[in-house]
């Protein structure tokens, strides 16, 4: 525990960017909300599932989905993790 604690301390201290307190941090941690535990899809301010990564980065998962539906394909045949799938594929579900 105290190993952790002093590697939290040294990260605060070199990164002067950061907030210096815990509802700080906790807000700072959560700018991105992640949809899936990866992080690759996240939500937008008002919600909406968004790709955070790629060609589509900041684009809404289902408008991305209705303009190209091989996207969906090529994340399925991909090295991406399961559960990023499992959300892409309900997302896709919802659509219909």
Not at 3 to 28: C, H, I, K, M
Request: net charge positive.
């Amino acid at each position: 525990v105290r190993a952790t604690l002093n590697v939290f301390r040294a990260q605060v201290e070199r990164y002067t960017d950061l907030p210096d307190s815990v509802a700080g941090l906790a807000e700072f941690s959560n700018i991105h909300q992640a949809a899936d535990f990866a992080g690759f899809i996240t939500y937008n301010k008002d919600g909406v599932e968004q790709f955070s990564f790629g060609k589509y980065k900041g684009q809404s998962v289902a408008s991305v989905l209705e303009k190209d539906p091989g996207y969906y394909s090529w994340i399925q045949n991909a090295d991406f993790p399961l559960y990023t799938k499992k959300i892409l594929t309900a997302i896709r579900l919802s659509l219909r």
